[in-house]
């Protein structure tokens, strides 16, 4: 299943609008699991520099959510999070992998599988950058 939404949100990094559309309020509970996996991805993008045209996409569908999972991806959009998700963007972006290490067990006990969701969000982004190099570039 976090496969398939690494998937949908690498596709969502390259054509944000109708990925989106099909991640976004899927899933069950407060925080949906296409909402943790979009926040990822967000966050990540975010960390980039490239984020707005995912960002877009998102913010406009998010009354498709809870309002909580809106909340948050929200937030996301702007790169906030809670700590422990900050500090593992920001090791994994910084390629620390000794930190990263640390910091993804505390990621992944976020909620029932919120944190597994978020990871796999991420890792979608990061594996369409790394088949798309300009895709990461910072100006």
Do not use: F, K
Request: hydrophobic share 50%.
């Amino acid at each position: 299943m976090a496969e398939r939404r690494a998937h949908l949100v690498a596709a969502a990094a390259a054509e944000p609008g109708s990925a989106v559309a099909t991640l976004i309020g899927r899933g069950n509970g407060l925080t949906p699991a296409g909402d943790d996996a979009l926040a990822g991805a967000l966050l990540a993008a975010c960390a980039l520099g490239g984020h707005q045209a995912l960002a877009t996409a998102v913010l406009a569908n998010t009354h498709r959510t809870t309002s909580l999972s809106a909340t948050l991806l929200r937030a996301a959009a702007e790169g906030y999070a809670a700590p422990p998700v900050v500090a593992y963007v920001t090791a994994v972006m910084r390629g620390d992998r000794g930190a990263a290490a640390r910091w993804r067990p505390r990621v992944e006990a976020i909620g029932h599988g919120s944190g597994r969701d978020l990871i796999a969000g991420m890792a979608g982004l990061l594996s369409t950058i790394e088949s798309q190099p300009a895709l990461g570039r910072v100006s």
